[in-house]
């Protein structure tokens, strides 16, 4: 964050879920499944349920709509995170720091019509979101996409 603003990757990421998903955080976990390395059995297994909605639908749209142009808009300032074929929707963030250079912030989910992953990047004393963390929150997205 920056000055009294403190907020974490994974809160970010849960923010730019909640655009992603219709205004609806569903509740994080760390794993999927856990196995039993004998057996291979599955011993225990999460599964999704909503967390909070702190937003509604057509506010979620709405933010939604305006990632995209962050990202798609020749002038918009997360360009380096566009990937051809992709709808991808992001927010840059350069979060001032008293002791060095700025921290670089990037948001984003994709594909936009229809979310699959979204992630939070922050570069600490990386100058730009926009050079800095939204090239990483591409390669990211990249690869799970095509996993």
């Known amino acids: 964050g920056q000055g009294k603003i ?48 702190p937003i509604t639908k057509e506010v979620a749209d709405a933010i939604k709509s305006l990632m995209i142009g962050v990202v798609n808009n020749p002038e918009g300032t997360g360009r380096a995170a566009q990937i051809p074929g992709i709808t991808v929707a992001g927010k840059t963030g350069t979060a001032e720091n008293p002791f060095g250079a700025p921290h670089a912030w990037f948001v984003a989910f994709a594909p936009a019509e229809n979310p699959e992953i979204a992630v939070a990047v922050i570069v600490e004393n990386g100058g730009g979101g926009g050079k800095v963390a939204a090239p990483i929150a591409r390669d990211i997205i990249k690869a799970y996409l095509s996993r």
């Open 6 to 53: 403190l907020v974490t990757p994974l809160t970010m990421a849960l923010a730019a879920s909640a655009v992603a998903n219709d205004g609806v955080i569903m509740k994080p976990y760390l794993m999927k499944y856990v196995v039993d390395p004998l057996s291979g059995a599955v011993i225990e297994r999460n599964t999704p349920s909503k967390y909070l909605t």
